[in-house]
């Protein structure tokens, strides 16, 4: 099947921007997923659901947004629903639906989707929480998990601008993990079977963001869940979207998340060995830190009558707007110094800015970068 073209035909147009309101979220599910069930309800008492589709023997969960700030996963989740939907006689399609029953818990923190927050209600990061249980959602996730036998788990989240695959030139769109299952970051066959599917949907992607995909560093968190599912033993895979240039809405990362969460069902239904080609996941690069949003080179600043010239790094802080219908993009200084090693989504070069008097005056001039 050809994902790319089946993926523009497919693709969820209800869906157009980062923020989801959760309200039209809703409404949507109730128009377009009638069946779903509801399985637990937030701190604040919004419903979490879960939408099933495949009739295999074997399961597979997929939950996005336990950080509520995360939604690409999310987006990529329902155009990949409309390719299932819609491809149900092609073959590979047909494979996955025959392999596996497919679970989908789209918006597992949907108090913090409406604040665009991280954390949960009370402040607490589900996803560091897998022990203590002080997040109502962790539960949720955790009820779901124990009452069927996963065979695979995908765990979406979104990362910041920061990250580039390597020390590339290149953003990390997609970056992937498999997650450790304990301090000494030992590779059992579980952990070799993610490994294997990560490596598979790296190969698939090549073609189309060959050179833009990154791998997390597998340290351990003993509070997270990927990390705890792998050790109850189920492989477990975390997809992470990152930034494409100038798509700070992330609508061509969402379709790229869309193929690999595609790829990564297509190669759990081929009943071949997971494992094989695991090495491979080793020869993605790691992600590394080398982006900020905006760098003013060598900006002016006029104090007690002479001009000093200082790199400015600036880093957009995204924040929902009162009415609770869109993001804000904040640019908030980040470093100021040498920053001759980092790079920048943009550069902008000092000689073009009149030198700026004092800090109140900096902030309007950082407000004309906004995206
Ligand atoms: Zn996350």
């Known amino acids: 099947m050809d994902i790319q073209k089946t993926y523009y035909n497919c693709k969820e147009e209800c869906f157009t921007k980062r923020y989801l309101n959760i309200k039209e979220f809703y409404n949507y599910l109730d128009i377009n997923f009638p069946n779903k069930i509801e399985i637990g309800k937030s701190t604040e008492g919004n419903p979490i659901y879960l939408i099933r589709v495949g009739n295999g023997s074997k399961k597979v969960l997929i939950w ?29 399609i047909k494979r996955i639906l025959d392999e596996y029953e497919i679970h989908f818990i789209p918006v597992l923190n949907p108090d913090g989707a409406i604040e665009w927050d991280r954390r949960n209600a009370l402040g607490v990061d589900i996803n560091r929480d897998f022990n203590a249980e002080q997040s109502t959602e962790i539960k949720v996730l955790k009820n779901q998990f124990t009452n069927v036998n996963y065979d695979l788990c995908l765990n979406l989240h979104d990362q910041r601008t920061i990250f580039s695959s390597g020390y590339s030139e290149n953003p990390a769109t997609l970056s992937f993990l498999s997650p450790s299952i304990d301090l000494e970051r030992s590779l059992n066959e579980v952990r070799k079977k993610s490994m294997g599917v990560i490596s598979y949907i790296n190969d698939c ?7 833009k995909i990154g791998r997390y560093t597998d340290e351990f968190y003993p509070n997270s869940t990927g990390d705890n599912f792998q050790k109850l033993g189920v492989p477990t895979v975390l997809f992470e979207a990152g930034h494409f240039p100038n798509d700070y809405q992330r609508q061509k990362t969402r379709e790229y998340f869309c193929y690999a969460l595609y790829f990564a069902l297509d190669f759990a239904s081929k009943n071949e060995d997971l494992t094989v080609n695991y090495k491979k996941y080793f020869d993605i690069p790691e992600n590394k830190e080398l982006f900020l949003d905006v760098i003013i080179r060598d900006c002016p600043f006029l104090i007690n009558k002479a001009i000093h010239k200082v790199d400015v790094g600036i880093q957009y802080k995204e924040e929902v707007n009162k009415s609770k219908t869109d993001l804000k993009f904040v640019p908030i200084v980040k470093e100021i110094g040498d920053l001759s090693k980092r790079k920048s989504w943009k550069d902008i070069e000092g000689n073009l800015i009149t030198p700026i008097e004092n800090k109140i005056k900096l902030e309007d001039v950082f407000n004309t970068f906004i995206i």
């Open 205 to 211: 992607l090549h073609m189309y963001i060959g050179g």
């Open 64 to 92: 996005s947004q336990m950080h509520g700030n995360e939604t690409t996963g999310t987006f990529a989740m329902f155009d990949l629903l409309n390719i299932v939907k819609e491809n149900s006689n092609e073959e590979a």
